[in-house]
Structure formats: structure tokens, C-alpha cells
Nanobody, 124 residues
């Protein structure tokens, strides 16, 4: 199995930027896809972005396209989420997720492993 630890969350003003990181440990020698999800207070967890094992395919929810970029460094077993032009609606706990397969997906139920989450708060 793989263990995930997120970092990089914090408080930022609207229009600002943050970069989240998610470090994977454990059985990382198998191919695994990674994704970012988020959950705002009182709302369900939702898909944000995902990346395939070799990074050749990426997926984004419509509201973050053009503002967020997902990337990964397999040598470091780390996935990143660069967030720019942050909006108040981006405030949420952001979770990193992984699953042992090569093709990424957007469905929350297809990810087996989850990090503990990191808070992102966007202020006006």
C-alpha cells in the first residue's frame, strides 16, 4: 500500500497562489495514478485534478481549468498542485489520493489511498 502526506496549504488572499505537495511512501515501485480532491464545509468531497502514472494525461474540474496545474515527480514520489488566481470558492480541505493503476480517473470511489488533507483558505 501507499501512504500519502499533503503539505503546502495555508491562508492566501483572493487572486494569490499556493502550491500543494503530496509525498507518497510505501510501495511506490508499482504504477499508480494520483489525484487531488477537496471538501468545503457542508459540502461533499469533489474532484479537482488527476494525473496518470507517467504524467502524460491530466484531468481537471471545469472550475479550475486554466488556474490549477497538476504535476508529478516520480523520482521523488511526489505530486503537486499549483494553484493560481485563487478564488473564495476554492476554500476547502484538499486531499491527495492514489490508486494502483496507470490511467487516472475523476471518480472519488476509484481511489483507494488518501492523505489526511491540508486546509486552503482564500480570503477577500
Amino acid at each position: 500500500q501507499v501512504t500519502l502526506v499533503e503539505s503546502g496549504g495555508g491562508l492566501v488572499q483572493a487572486g494569490g497562489s499556493l502550491r500543494l505537495s503530496c509525498a507518497a511512501s510505501g510501495r511506490t515501485n508499482r504504477g499508480y495514478v494520483m489525484g487531488w480532491f477537496r471538501q468545503a464545509p457542508g459540502k461533499e468531497r469533489e474532484f479537482v485534478a488527476a494525473i496518470s502514472w507517467r504524467g502524460s494525461s491530466t484531468f481537471y474540474r471545469d472550475s479550475v481549468k486554466g488556474r490549477f496545474t497538476i504535476s508529478r515527480d516520480n523520482a521523488k514520489n511526489t505530486v503537486y498542485l499549483q494553484m493560481k488566481s485563487l478564488q473564495l470558492e476554492d476554500t476547502a480541505v484538499y486531499y491527495c489520493a492514489a490508486d494502483y493503476r496507470l490511467v487516472a480517473g475523476t471518480e472519488i470511489t476509484t481511489y483507494m489511498y488518501w492523505g489526511q488533507g491540508t486546509q486552503v483558505t482564500v480570503s477577500s
